[in-house]
């Protein structure tokens, strides 16, 4: 049995898997140039921070449309979680890399203390980790 997912979803298509896909691959671009930018980098850390969260629930919207025909659309994008698990292979292990993500946002995006290094190296990884995940759904 599926997890129940709480919350508004939309109805998408591969097409706008694949809209999405390219909006979560600019802003981990963005994301990869703001993170060496040595002379700002407390700033820059958490921008490029805020950059990952953001490419990491838009991969994550790429693989729901081209997987399950439907993403999350609710206010609490944690509600985003349980959707991710539904996909298959990997939703399970892409949900726990997009629910880490989820926990830096209100830092990266509204916080008065800057994300350390280790904080910024973690989004990276996981938001490259879903972006592969929803390519792979994306390339099928």
Not at 19 to 40: C, G, N, P, S, Y
């Amino acid at each position: 049995m599926s997890p129940k997912v709480d919350g508004r979803t939309a109805i998408c298509d591969r097409g706008q898997g694949q809209t999405r896909l390219a909006h979560a691959q600019k802003f981990l671009e963005v994301a990869d140039l703001v993170a060496t930018e040595d002379d700002i980098f407390p700033a820059s850390a958490s921008v490029a921070a805020a950059l990952a969260v953001l490419a990491g629930i838009a991969a994550a919207d790429a693989a729901c449309c081209a997987a399950l025909g439907r993403r999350a659309r609710g206010q609490d994008h944690k509600q985003a979680i349980a959707l991710v698990q539904q996909v298959s292979p990997g939703g399970v292990e892409s949900a726990k890399y997009l629910d880490r993500l989820l926990d830096l946002k209100d830092t990266a995006h509204y916080g008065v203390i800057n994300v350390s290094g280790a904080e910024l190296r973690s989004a990276l990884r996981r938001a490259r980790a879903l972006v592969e995940f929803a390519n792979g759904f994306l390339r099928r």
